[in-house]
């Protein structure tokens, strides 16, 4: 299987089991779904086109949906984003510390915001890896769970 089909001065697009999917739209899902800012102005500043009203209604629909899938892993994905950022966090503090061990203050003072940054990039980054993977069928939840989530979902009805 390829992953990646390239061809000289087209678009490079990851080819799965069922779809060809251009980084473009890889790159709006992961904009929509990690909600780390207004759509339309990260698309802009990626260099992707912004989307109209019907477009944007259309595109957090679409969000809506991967993020629905992905709902009974998100414990565990902000866990492994905590995780990530505290072993990050913890390598920077203690080669600073190493550096001048007099600044207490100073590393106290950024240890939290650094934690909170890493964990949002670490956050986004499993979010969209995830409800992507999802989307075109790469990861798929296993037969039980699949159960589970109709026995969930018939019981809201």
Known sequence: MKWFK???????EIEFLRKELP?????????YDSG????????????LNPVSDEGEEMENSDSDMRMKRIEF???????????????????QIDEIR???PDNTEEVDKEENLMRLM???????ALVGAFSSAMEIGLIAPGELLDA??????????
């Open 98 to 100: 190493k550096e001048n």
């Open 73 to 91: 892993i998100m414990p565990f994905l902000h866990t492994i984003a905590e995780m990530g950022a505290d072993v990050i966090v913890s390598l």
């Open 23 to 31: 980084l473009s739209t890889l790159l709006r899902w992961y904009i």
């Open 118 to 124: 890493y964990k949002m990039v670490g956050m986004s």
């Open 36 to 47: 780390l800012g207004e759509p339309n102005d990260l698309a802009t500043l990626l260099g």
């Open 6 to 12: 390239r061809k000289k001065n087209a678009p490079t």
């Open 148 to 157: 589970d989530l109709v026995e969930m979902e018939h019981d809201d009805e």
